[in-house]
């Protein structure tokens, strides 16, 4: 993998996480607290800087995590090209071995048929 694949895997493992959630909720409301009951307003109500910080993190988290699905969804499409290679080969030894069972049924029953007559 390349070192951009490998920052989106390691990036959208984090951000597709429960504690991603949690600290970017926690981080959300230090910053409402701060900026509604603090001492020091930073960003006083509605909030810009929260939301251009918002909408940076979404422009650029979208964007790596469908690199990284994309990048997924092209293994699973190998993996389950390289499947059905190995279903066609065990369906083809399979019937082989059905044909070759046929055979040996039809010999013992000729053996059998034989030694009846005898």
């Known amino acids: 993998m390349t070192f951009g694949q490998?920052?989106?895997d390691a990036m959208a493992a984090i951000i597709g996480s429960?504690?991603?959630i949690g600290i970017q909720t926690c981080?959300?409301?230090f910053w409402l607290l701060l900026n509604i009951k603090g001492p020091v307003k930073p960003d006083p109500y509605p909030f810009i800087l929260l939301n251009l910080l918002?909408?940076?993190q979404a422009a650029y988290t979208g964007p790596v995590l469908l690199?990284?699905?994309n990048r997924q969804a092209e293994l699973d499409r190998r993996r389950a090209i390289e499947n059905l290679e190995l279903d066609k080969n065990d369906h083809e030894?399979?019937?082989?071995m059905l044909?070759?069972?046929k055979e040996i049924e039809e010999d013992i029953e000729s053996i059998l048929t034989t030694n009846?007559?005898?």
């Open 18 to 20: 429960w504690r991603f």
């Open 27 to 29: 981080t959300i409301t």
């Open 6 to 8: 490998r920052l989106a």
């Open 116 to 118: 009846k007559k005898l």
């Open 67 to 69: 690199m990284s699905a």
């Open 93 to 96: 030894r399979i019937t082989t």
């Open 54 to 56: 918002l909408s940076f």
């Open 99 to 101: 044909v070759t069972i």
